[in-house]
């Protein structure tokens, strides 16, 4: 199977949703395809790429055995091209479903785009330090704006 191309492909579909996230107008439409073409999307490849990994279809070239319960059982999934792509998409996935709830919650509170979108970059940069600069700035933000829900 070729990694490589399924590693570019999940991150083009990343960034494309992020982009979208960040920069067009947040129609309900919009939203909901971010959801579910991007969201969903790398869900089910991650799914199918986990399974695959875990019952062996997909050869572990990494070495040991596959398990969450040690580091090195952790160690041997993502010592492969399968698995670290499988582990990136799990992170992609993630990070792009935080974004769009920071989006909603952002708009729903009446928090400017521009507040919004250096929170979004960091969220798609580095998942949960986004969202803690978001948790820190979401209640403050608002109560000054009055929008505090």
């Known amino acids: 199977m070729a990694w490589?191309?399924?590693?570019?492909?999940?991150?083009?579909?990343?960034?494309i949703a992020w982009a979208a996230l960040i920069l067009l107008p947040r129609w309900p439409a919009l939203l909901?395809?971010?959801?579910?073409?991007?969201?969903g999307l790398l869900c089910s490849i991650y799914a199918s790429g986990l399974i695959g990994l875990l019952t062996g279809v997909i050869p572990?070239?990494?070495?040991?055995?596959?398990?969450?319960t040690t580091?090195?059982?952790?160690?041997?999934?993502?010592?492969?091209?399968?698995?670290?792509?499988?582990?990136w998409t799990h992170y992609l996935a993630f990070d792009l479903f935080v974004g769009i709830w920071?989006?909603?919650?952002g708009d729903a509170k009446g928090i400017s785009r521009f507040v919004q979108a250096p929170v979004l970059?960091?969220?798609?940069?580095?998942?949960?330090?986004?969202?803690?600069?978001?948790?820190?700035?979401?209640?403050?933000?608002?109560?000054?704006?009055?929008?505090?829900?």
């Open 4 to 15: 490589t191309a399924i590693f570019g492909m999940v991150n083009v579909l990343a960034l």
């Open 32 to 39: 909901s395809a971010i959801l579910y073409l991007g969201v």
């Open 60 to 68: 572990n070239t990494g070495g040991g055995g596959a398990d969450f």
């Open 71 to 87: 580091i090195a059982g952790v160690r041997a999934i993502f010592a492969s091209d399968a698995g670290v792509t499988i582990g």
């Open 102 to 105: 920071i989006a909603r919650d």
């Open 121 to 149: 970059l960091a969220t798609f940069v580095a998942g949960p330090l986004g969202l803690l600069v978001w948790l820190a700035l979401r209640e403050p933000v608002a109560r000054r704006q009055g929008r505090f829900r």
